[in-house]
């Protein structure tokens, strides 16, 4: 590393630093001794959670102790570290261990430990300008736009998730409408209502998206799903002519690559010819599934996600990156640039010094403060390789294949969904209970209790109208046998509850 | 810390662990070295940036290499963080730097580096549910409500920064028109045609939200301001009643807290008062300057503020957080809630469980996944107290005084803009040299001439249609030395610059 000295130009000073306040440590070597100590005690935390339950509630008196007043005088750092031992760090989500499968939530990695670390230590904004956080952000975006097969021209977008990318995705399709300016304008003064399409199953970030860009969440039909819970396509084409004849301007499709409810991927290849024959935008909905092209068993049903005009996924789920990663890619840089670059005097762009440097990240997007959140990328991708990284995606499938065949094999247990891709939607149904509230109600209760009693946590969902307990795998520290925990945990809970009828 | 030992049900296991893969350490003790190491060297990185150049230039052969394929083989994490020092490390942004005042970034204080590195440790997805880090994230914003005198039914989000705060806070007042379903219906179907304002010196980002929310950009008048570059109330007044006169529907006011130019405050007692008359929502933009509430010095100016509807700063700027960190407060949170909450059947709120715990961040902005960033916020407010704190900002604005009485004795010097806060817009004009155009070339060019030398980084803006160089202050590490610095670089770089005249 280029040591930099600089030349001393002290000696010109008219000033006395006597008095002048600094937050730096008082004394580095207390702090380097806190930091350590630290950092010795999150590898033990992460090291061991196996040992521990998944989850565990906030007892009152610690959200009571949360509650404090506002901090006027500081206290040492040792201390408030010492807080932070007693009072969060014992209530963490779960999702760093090896039973939690709630929500779709990545595990995370420990070499993301030491990126954000030392992203902190840096304490790059991202929005622009020339550094090099900005040169990794581009590579970081470069190696996606080829696990895609995207050109050299698209763009993309580090973004929080699938949330901000969804909506960075379709608010290009929105702002590149022909024959109008609707980024100047407004979609008011566009001549004719605008519509968008998903599947019934799509994730409802899209449906924000479009309340938040002014369209109307009204606006984004739900098309029914075949029995895979993909998008229909029969009844999208009638949906899309009738809403023509109706004088509206349809718009955009998004094509979900793994719902969130069974993992199902709609067919993207047919969506993309559809798109093309209908002159439509053609957005990707990728949260965890997309990512499945680094898996040899998941690519071949991704087929088609490499003519979108637009992908949204994240890293912080099948790529188990820490919380929060996700990316936006656009096919046409240009269109995308165009939607959301703004240049006022105080952004401008020189032609050398930190103001160089091409195009900025904001110039892609709503955002001009933004994390260095490429380096814990970039370090994963690094570290594990796309190849590990697909194999552990490949696991996480074979996990829900088996979870799925030992369901099979238990009476009291009905599969609700077909097991696509690493969701398994299922329930406890002891033979002769068919009171469906009373199913509903009895499997609530038991997600509740398995999270409560720290064994695993799945979720739940509903599945054509029932409430399903819901395994979503996209963590690399289970193994087989936290299945078999999990579903005997399950039954045993489900029996307890039969058994004391009054509970159920 | 609780230790939550679980039975153990793999005794029930049908599986066996061989050959499943798994992204840990295969070494904890090779990790936990590297680990340490890395720690180390961060903090030795902090500690001397004194003497260091505050920005280099990324250099090609570090562009090309960092422009490397996609790695499909995995490669220790000693030899990832060994590229990184050589690679990402040595070309950071310079903002942790005492001499660095481009644009207005924040210099990141040492206890973020251990907020952050815990934070990646636990890994939380801050988007809901029931578990330590909402809590944390609720006390933080519950801080903030109390420094603004917010009523304890307003609410708030963490967000990434004053961007995003700006697009959530004026996405409640569109979302909040009575007499339409906006959020459904879209603007399209709203009756007149809607209209914001702010200051010609206002933040970009409130277009940009317009642009976003499907208004248009347009939408958003420039109101011009007064010789305090402060928005004038006079033309406001009439603006609105214009746009009434043309069928228009005015629907808010977006107040400065801090121009991002000079610094200039808006009367933001009178824009709350005019608000209120006019039935108008009332957004504070105050990016850096909100947190001045902080400060004995700045508070008397942000008088008004507190009868704001919603208020969007950073954390990261005026409070020195590691990037990124910002905050949307709304007073009204359910019209907060009613503007984005959305629970489809895999979001559903239980009564107990991880699914429990009452409102969840994701109700409230457009984000499902969030990281853990209010560690990094508790930490900074808990280690220093709020009373530092404010020492520190008013300390800036001495700094950014004695910069101004330094330009004063120099006839090369003029200032641009009063100082009213911590920022300082000047530039070089030597006796003589009266060109418009000249000045502005040279005054880029010193500009650059600075950053590349290391010695200082100044950004550039535009005053008056002169090319200002911009100095703002949100660091605690300047001291009063390093404005002297920064001025005999800058005269001996503009004395070379008008010797070697071909070169003006």
Not at 51 to 56: G, N, P
Not at 75 to 101: C, K
């Amino acid at each position: 590393m280029p040591t930099g000295a600089l030349p001393d130009h002290s000696a010109s000073s008219k000033s006395s630093d006597a008095g002048e306040l600094s937050l730096d440590p008082a004394d580095w070597e207390e702090f380097r001794a806190t930091a350590h100590r630290a950092l010795d005690d999150a590898i033990d935390f992460l090291r061991t959670v196996r040992e521990r339950k998944v989850w565990r509630p906030v007892p009152e008196e610690v959200r009571s102790a949360l509650a404090a007043p506002v901090p006027t005088e500081g206290q040492p750092l040792e201390e408030v570290y010492r807080q932070f031992q007693d009072l969060i760090l014992p209530y963490a989500t779960g999702n760093i261990h090896p039973r939690f499968y709630g929500w779709v939530h990545g595990t995370g990695l420990a070499g993301g430990i030491v990126a954000e670390m030392l992203a902190a230590s840096m304490n790059a904004n991202c929005g622009g300008r020339d550094h090099g956080a900005i040169y990794v952000e581009r590579t970081v975006v470069d190696w996606c736009k080829k696990q895609f097969d995207f050109p050299a021209e698209a763009s993309g977008l580090l973004v929080s998730g699938t949330s901000m990318a969804n909506l960075i995705g379709l608010g290009v399709a929105r702002n590149s409408l022909p024959g109008a300016n609707v980024r100047r304008d407004g979609v008011g003064d566009y001549p004719r209502e605008l519509t968008g399409y998903a599947s019934a199953e799509a994730h409802e970030s899209a449906a924000k998206a479009f309340e938040i860009m002014g369209l109307g969440g009204a606006a984004l039909r739900k098309i029914p799903v075949d029995e895979a819970l993909r998008i229909r396509m029969d009844v999208l084409r009638e949906k899309i002519a009738e809403d023509r004849r109706a004088g509206l301007e349809p718009f955009c499709v998004i094509g979900s690559a793994g719902t969130v409810n069974t993992g199902a991927i709609d067919d993207l290849d047919a969506l993309a010819t559809l798109c093309e024959n209908e002159g439509l935008w053609f957005h990707v909905d990728g949260a965890f599934g997309a990512l499945g092209v680094l898996s040899d068993s998941v690519r071949p049903m991704l087929k088609g996600i490499e003519r979108a005009d637009s992908i949204a996924f994240d890293f912080h789920k099948w790529m188990f990156v820490q919380y929060d990663a996700g990316c936006i890619l656009v096919r046409d840089g240009a269109k995308h640039r165009a939607a959301y670059s703004m240049r006022p005097p105080y952004l401008n762009h020189l032609q050398r010094g930190l103001a160089g440097g091409g195009d900025w990240p904001c110039d892609f997007g709503p955002e001009l403060s933004r994390s260095f959140r490429a380096l814990k990328i970039w370090f994963a991708m690094k570290e594990h390789g796309t190849r590990k990284l697909g194999r552990m995606i490949d696991q996480n499938c074979a996990q829900a294949q088996y979870l799925r065949g030992r369901i099979l094999e238990h009476l009291e247990l009905e599969l609700l969904a077909p097991v696509q891709l690493n969701i398994v939607c299922f329930r406890f149904h002891p033979p002769g209970l068919d009171d469906p509230r009373l199913l509903d109600r009895l499997n609530e209760e038991l997600v509740a209790d398995l999270q409560e009693s720290g064994v695993a946590v799945p979720s739940t969902t509903r599945i054509g109208g029932r409430l399903a307990v819901r395994v979503a795998i996209t963590n690399h520290r289970s193994r087989m046998v936290d299945f078999d925990i999990l579903l005997a945990a399950m039954l045993e809970a489900g029996g307890r509850r039969i058994a004391g009828s009054a509970a159920v």
